[in-house]
């Protein structure tokens, strides 16, 4: 089982969109270019692609999960770009030696990635004015509200107190910030915007949020899948009753370029 098996369908219906603020300063980035070619790493189910269409002449998208990337093609079919989908990780992503991408976008993936690596072969493959855009905001597990927390608390009895990756693994905490990382590659002309997010949830929402991730997949929790997942209807039932179910989210933007 990779980190996200079994759960595309839940991740493409799912994971919040990405927030106008943020598509707007993607969108700046590419404005001018008469044929620009945006390279999309750890794509998913294309959520970036789909949030600049029109904006952009070509699209390479790239995944190395195989739900992910039928996920990505049904989303991105109408797009007025040129699709390339790429089953490929991106440390493995190998384009000819004559492409050159005007824009880079990671979103909520660069976690997964040799980020050094990454950023190093980008090097080879983006225009001299290109921009590498990392982006990301964290996730229910790492939200700090009362039903989140009580939310996480249920999930770790049902799987453990770490934050489980996948089956038989662990998720590993990177603690340098991204803009850091992307400082000190060739990309080292770095802008960060930090966007206030708020989204409402209600249980569907949630349980399905949680079932398009690494750390509560459906199969992590074996037979005790449909008692977890009463449980937690319960509880998020009733603390909608109550307050809500509101998340705040910060939306990080990272954008590099070269010097």
Request: glycine share 8%.
């Given at each position: ?66 739900g992910m990337l039928d996920e990505a093609d ?69 939200a700090r509200a009362e039903w989140t927390d ?110």
């Amino acid at each position: 089982m990779s980190q996200f098996d079994t759960t595309a369908p839940f991740y493409a219906t799912y994971r919040p969109g990405i927030p106008n603020e943020a598509v707007d300063l993607l969108t700046q980035r590419v404005a001018g270019k008469k044929h620009g070619i945006l390279l999309d790493l750890g794509s998913g189910t294309g959520q970036v692609p789909l949030a600049l269409s029109g904006k952009v002449a070509e699209v390479d998208v790239v995944e190395q999960d195989a739900g992910m990337l039928d996920e990505a093609d049904k989303a991105l079919a109408g797009l007025p770009a040129e699709v390339r989908l790429h089953n490929a990780s991106a440390e493995d992503f190998t384009p000819s030696r004559s492409y050159r991408a005007d824009l880079v976008t990671i979103c909520r993936a660069f976690h997964w990635m040799d980020q050094d690596l990454v950023l190093s072969r980008l090097d080879g493959m983006t225009a001299p004015d290109a921009t590498v855009a990392v982006m990301g905001d964290g996730s229910l597990w790492t939200a700090r509200a009362e039903w989140t927390d009580a939310l996480r608390g249920l999930i770790q009895e049902y799987l453990g107190k770490e934050r489980r990756a996948g089956k038989d693994k662990v998720y590993a905490a990177h603690d340098r910030p991204y803009r850091e990382i992307v400082a000190d590659s060739v990309f080292g002309q770095v802008e960060e915007h930090t966007i206030a997010v708020e989204r409402e949830w209600n249980t569907d929402s949630v349980i399905g949020y949680l079932y398009s991730t690494s750390f509560a997949a459906r199969p992590l929790f074996g037979d005790r899948l449909g008692t977890f997942e009463r449980r937690a209807r319960a509880l998020l039932d009733d603390y909608a009753a109550r307050d809500g179910l509101t998340e705040h989210a910060s939306f990080q933007v990272v954008l590099g370029r070269r010097a």
